[in-house]
């Protein structure tokens, strides 16, 4: 007697390993969606961590031996990054080469920022450290400003964040 082997056909084998392809794409579409949700909400949780960070630095000194700094947090709307410059006085786009830069914190990849109320592609915010005002160069004439930071400039409101930022404290949608 002659013993009969039980084994799965080839086209059984094509049709699982096509329905596996297919729940597998179909779960790495929202994956990928919700990981870009998440890069938006780090950066927006950065820049408002920076932005009382520099405000705080300008208050309090970065040291013992360096009061009354003045500090400038300025980012460019397509580098990603944030740049902070201390300097004795006022700091702006233009003599921004001759204060010193003290640190720079890296946005997280395809993260977009931009001002709203302005067409600028990069600003400076300055922290007086005798006044403890900000101004903003270039100059935005309201009391409070907006920005806004998306990934890679999406349109769709869930890859967008508005950091609404007023002269002593911020407000974040975050």
Known sequence: MQKRLKAFTLIELIVVITILSIITLMSYAPYAHH?????????AREISQSLSEARNLAVHGIDTGS???????????????????VSTGSID????????LYKTKRL????????IDGWEQEYMLNFS????????????????????????????LV????????????ISDY
């Open 35 to 43: 990981q870009k949700k998440l890069l938006v909400k780090q950066a």
């Open 67 to 85: 009061w009354n700094l003045d500090v400038a947090l300025y980012f460019w709307a397509l580098a990603g990054e944030l740049e902070y410059y």
């Open 93 to 100: 786009l233009v003599n921004k080469s001759s204060s010193t």
């Open 108 to 115: 997280p990849p395809g993260i977009q920022v931009d001002m």
């Open 129 to 156: 450290a005798i006044t403890w005002d900000i101004s903003i160069d270039p100059t935005i004439v309201n009391s409070a400003f907006d920005i806004q930071i998306s990934y890679k400039w999406a349109s769709s």
């Open 159 to 170: 890859l967008q964040k508005i950091i609404r930022y007023y002269t002593q404290s911020y």
